[in-house]
């Protein structure tokens, strides 16, 4: 199929754009005091940021095996992927954005010379990445949200995002405030889940997250039950709202060029990359 969309390129399949049918936004339950970094403000949080912050609080001092385990190793597989794809020059400064406990920084500093920054909203998360880089000079962590970074226009030479889409509000706003912080030609690259699009792998999908997650989950921790059971729904209503088709251009009108979209393990999971547009 030919593109029908310049600066957009999937390595399976070449995607094209799709209606907007706009992000899913979610009630307001009233104001919360949040204090991030140099970022200290009243505001209202929604029920999908709420939700988000006491989900990841309790889930630190498993993460990174639980991970890997109810992936059955596709997680680590696929991070490595993104952290490839972004591309990043010798010497770069790096935003690592939704960091938790730091993994894709640690790939980050083990594949590139560079220094990094991990950005989290979870002071639970975060807490361990800070611990992880302890005796590292060149990783900083900071407490923060995607959707008002702490930093300046094009401060950094590359960006990556993990698992972060799902939980914003408004996709096309924390897009653009992602890339703002990147100088232009600068290197982008995210990890997201996917549903794979092949009826049998899709069936081999859904059963695992109606099975294994939930009941994974539960032998973990209560926490970790209550993220198997949450997995499933929520990553079919992200990719119902924002298949490749659609995020892929989203990053494009964001302000990203040379887009690429590489499905991984079916469609389970999805790396994207690309670099700033001058022009923005
Ligand atoms: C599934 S974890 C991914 C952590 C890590 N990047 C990895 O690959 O393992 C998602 C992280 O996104 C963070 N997060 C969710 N919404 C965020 C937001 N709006 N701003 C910053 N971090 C956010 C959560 O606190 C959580 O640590």
């Known amino acids: 199929m030919p593109p ?3 600066n957009l390129q999937t390595d399976d399949t070449r995607v094209g754009r799709t209606a907007r049918t706009g992000p899913v936004r979610c009630s307001l339950p009233g104001p919360v005091a949040v204090g991030y970094g140099r970022h200290v403000s009243e505001r209202a949080a929604s029920s999908r940021k709420t ?9 630190p001092a498993a993460y ?14 696929w991070r490595r992927a993104m952290v ?23 790939a980050l500093r083990a594949r590139y010379d560079c220094e990094v920054v991990a950005l989290d909203q979870s002071p639970q998360m975060l807490a361990r990445a800070t611990a992880r880089f302890a005796g590292d000079p060149r990783v900083r962590t900071v407490l923060g949200e995607a959707e008002r970074l702490p930093f300046d226009d094009g401060e950094f030479d590359a960006l990556t995002f993990t698992y972060l889409l799902r939980y914003v509000d408004d996709v096309p706003a924390t897009l653009r405030e992602l890339f703002r912080v990147v100088r ?10 996917g549903v794979p699009t092949a009826p049998v792998w899709r069936a081999g999908w859904w059963a695992v997250t109606r099975t294994v997650l939930p009941v ?13 059971r949450f997995l499933g729904p929520n990553i ?36 994207m990359s690309g670099a700033r547009s001058a022009g923005h």
Do not use: Y
């Not at 992936?71 to 597989?77: E, K, T, V």
């Open 216 to 228: 994974g989950g539960r032998l973990i921790s209560s926490d970790w039950g209550e993220v198997g």
């Open 184 to 193: 232009p030609g600068g290197r982008v690259a995210s990890l997201e889940f």
């Open 4 to 6: 029908t969309r310049p």
């Open 236 to 271: 079919e209503e992200f990719a119902r709202t924002w298949p490749p088709e659609r995020l892929g251009p989203a990053w494009v009108d964001a302000g990203m060029a040379r887009v690429v979209v590489r499905p991984m393990s079916f469609g389970a999971g999805v790396v």
């Open 84 to 106: 490839t794809a972004l591309e990043a020059p010798d010497g770069a400064r790096v935003l690592d954005v939704a960091a938790g406990t730091g993994l894709v920084t640690a």
């Open 64 to 77: 990174d095996r639980a991970g890997a385990a109810l992936s059955f190793g596709q997680d680590p597989r």
């Open 51 to 59: 939700h988000a912050r006491e989900l990841f609080a309790g889930l």
